[in-house]
C-alpha cells in the first residue's frame, strides 16, 4: 500500500528535521566549548605546579676503577661505613653505598674505569617527587629518567642541568635500603657527619643560575669577592646543603674537571681535621693536601684526594682565625 504525504505534512516533517539538526548544532557547539574550557583549565594547572620542597643533598656518586680499593679507603681511612652494594643480575658489583648520615650517601660507581675519579652524579632530596616531575614539567625541563623506584628501593627522576651535569631528585621510601639503616652504620671514626655541598664546574653563570635558582629555587648565599666571579655558592631552599657553581670558560681538561667538581664535608676545627687525615694516611699512597686553606668567603679547608684522584675537600665556616 502506497502511503501518501500532503505538501503541509512535507512541510512540518522537514521543519521539524530542521529543528532536530538545529539542536544538534548547539549541543555539539555546547561540548566543544566546555572541552576547550576544561583544555584550557587543564593547562593553566600544569604551568602553575607549585614546586615542593627541596631538603637537601642526597648523594653525590663517584666512578672508581677499583671498588675494593675505594672501599678501603672509604672505610679505612675516612671512618665510614657501608651498609649496603648493588649488583648486576649476573652477581658483578656496580655499586657500593657508604653512609655519611640517615640522609646522606656516598656512591662509589664501578661503571666505568675510564671516568675513574670524575663525578658521575650528585642528588637532591624532595618530599614528593611525583610532583616535582609535574613541576619540571611546567618549567620546560626535560626529565631524562621517568619516576621510578631505583634498587635500593627508593623513588627519583634524573635531569641535566645546562652543562651537562646528572641530577637524581630522590623521594626516600620507608622500605628502602637506606631507611632500614637508619640509625646505623654512623660509626664514631666517621671523619665528618656531613655532606655540606657538592663543587661543580660551569662554563658560564647566566644559564646556571637560571636552572639553579630560577627553576630549582637555590638561593645565593655566598660568592667569591676579589674581582672575577669565580664562584657562587647556591643553597637549597629548604635546608642548608649547598651547589657551588665554579666558572672555568676555558674548556677545561679532564683531569681539570676531577680537580675542581669536588665533595665538601663539614669541619668544626680544620686543624684538627687536617691532623687527623694525616695520622690516618700515614705511610699510605694518599695526596693530601694539608696546608690549611683561607677561602675570601673566610672559610678554612683542606684537601684530600682519593685513589682515583677524586677530590674531597673538608671545610669549616666562619672566620680564619677559627673563633
Known amino acids: 500500500m502506497l502511503t501518501c504525504i500532503s505538501r503541509d505534512n512535507t512541510q512540518n516533517y522537514s521543519s521539524g528535521l530542521t529543528t532536530l539538526a538545529l539542536r544538534s548544532l548547539e549541543n555539539s557547539s555546547r561540548l566543544l566549548f566546555i572541552a576547550l574550557i576544561a583544555t584550557s583549565l587543564s593547562a593553566q594547572v600544569k604551568t602553575n605546579v607549585q614546586r615542593p620542597r627541596?631538603?637537601?643533598?642526597s648523594h653525590v656518586a663517584i666512578f672508581v676503577s677499583d671498588i675494593g680499593k675505594?672501599?678501603?679507603?672509604?672505610?679505612?681511612?675516612?671512618?665510614?661505613?657501608?651498609?649496603?652494594s648493588l649488583r648486576h643480575p649476573d652477581g658483578t658489583e656496580w655499586m657500593t653505598s657508604i653512609k655519611v648520615n640517615d640522609q646522606q650517601y656516598l656512591e662509589l660507581v664501578a661503571e666505568d674505569s675510564r671516568k675513574a675519579g670524575h663525578l658521575s652524579h650528585f642528588a637532591l632530596y624532595t618530599n614528593n617527587v611525583a610532583l616535582m616531575r609535574d613541576y619540571l614539567a611546567s618549567r620546560h625541563v626535560e626529565v631524562l629518567k621517568e619516576v621510578h623506584k631505583g634498587q635500593a628501593g627508593?623513588?627519583?627522576?634524573?635531569?641535566?642541568?645546562p652543562d651537562g651535569h646528572l641530577i637524581e631528585i630522590v623521594e626516600y621510601q620507608p622500605d628502602?635500603?637506606?631507611a632500614r639503616a637508619n640509625g646505623n652504620f654512623m660509626p664514631a671514626t666517621r671523619i665528618s657527619n656531613h655532606i655540606t655541598h657538592v663543587g661543580i664546574l660551569v662554563e658560564t653563570m647566566g644559564p646556571?643560575?637560571?636552572?639553579?635558582?630560577?627553576i630549582l629555587g637555590l638561593e645565593e648565599i655566598s660568592r667569591n669577592s676579589d674581582g672575577q666571579l669565580n664562584w657562587i655558592d647556591m643553597r637549597v631552599p629548604d635546608g642548608s646543603d649547598y651547589v657551588e657553581l665554579m666558572v672555568d670558560s676555558a674548556s677545561p681538561s679532564p683531569d681539570e674537571h676531577k680537580m675542581q667538581n669536588h665533595i665538601g664535608f663539614a669541619s668544626s676545627d680544620v686543624q684538627k681535621t687536617a691532623a687527623d687525615l694525616q695520622s690516618r694516611t700515614a705511610g699510605i699512597a694518599f695526596s693530601l693536601s694539608t696546608d690549611v686553606q683561607s677561602e675570601t668567603s673566610q672559610k678554612r679547608q683542606v684537601n684530600l684526594f682519593d685513589p682515583d684522584g677524586a677530590r674531597i675537600e673538608f671545610m669549616e665556616s666562619g672566620a680564619a682565625t677559627g673563633k
Open 176 to 178: 628502602s635500603l637506606t
Open 54 to 57: 627541596i631538603l637537601g643533598i
Open 154 to 161: 627508593d623513588r627519583f627522576l634524573t635531569v641535566k642541568d
Open 208 to 214: 646556571a643560575m637560571s636552572f639553579y635558582r630560577d
Open 70 to 84: 675505594a672501599r678501603s679507603f672509604y672505610k679505612g681511612v675516612l671512618g665510614f661505613d657501608e651498609p649496603f
